[in-house]
T-cell receptor
């Protein structure tokens, strides 16, 4: 159980276009999902916390107009990179907390990641 | 001071060695600690979690917490090439925030 999927796993796009990445919790409900970015040989960097039915909370330095997050249901959050530039090329990973376990454990289940390359 | 600090490595050991991975944390109120493993180009997966002080063992892995020195460790016995990955320690949310704080990760390579 506790599987998180991401789609696509890999995407190449041209500079100036927008890319949408989906994050789904497959067998549990997630009121809270997280979006991370990871550059090569670096650690996870939290971009934003996504709450179902409300606006996302962005970390300092993350442009909310560039990285649009929508968490419309208990099993789906999307990250849209708008007007992508080569410096946005990175590995984007989402994670989710099981709504029913949230009071018991702080465990986060991670998706497999999406590798974005902007040319 | 960072909430959690971790030596980035890389750490290279021969197969069969005992591996010790460590983190220090700053808030003495923390009671719950986690270790994640991340293979290259994959998302992290939870390896172990532990409450309070003491040891917790799971197969070849042992998580240890020393609250007096605010030090957490992950030991891997009889290390295997398949253990080669980046290991991240993590501490729970604090101050009313939801996010877990991750260490920078230690890259481990087990050489056959």
């Amino acid at each position: 159980g506790a599987v998180v999927s991401q789609h696509p796993s890999r995407v190449i796009c041209k500079s100036g276009t927008s890319v949408k990445i989906e994050c789904r919790s497959l067998d549990f409900q997630a009121t809270t999902m997280f979006w991370y970015r990871q550059f090569p040989k670096q650690s996870l960097m939290l971009m934003a916390t996504s709450n179902e039915g409300s606006k996302a909370t962005y970390e300092q330095g993350v442009e909310k107009d560039k990285f649009l997050i929508n968490h419309a249901s208990l099993t789906l959050s999307t990250l849209t990179v708008t007007s992508a530039h080569p410096e946005d090329s990175s590995f984007y990973i989402c994670s989710a907390r099981d709504h029913n376990q949230d009071r018991v454990t702080y465990e986060q289940y991670f998706g497999p990641g999406t590798r974005l390359t902007v040319t | 001071q960072k909430e959690v600090e971790q030596d980035p490595g890389p750490l290279s050991v021969p197969e069969g060695a005992i591996v010790s991975l460590n983190c220090t944390y700053s808030n003495s109120a923390f009671q719950y600690f986690m270790w994640y493993r991340q293979y290259s180009r994959k998302g992290p997966e939870l390896l172990m979690y532990t409450y309070s002080s003491g040891n917790k063992e799971d197969g070849r892995f042992t998580a240890q917490v020393d609250k007096s020195s605010k030090y957490i460790s992950l030991f891997i016995r009889d290390s295997q090439p398949s253990d080669s990955a980046t290991y991240l320690c993590a501490i729970p949310p604090s101050g009313g925030y939801q996010k877990v704080t991750f260490g920078t990760g230690t890259k481990l390579q087990v050489i056959p």
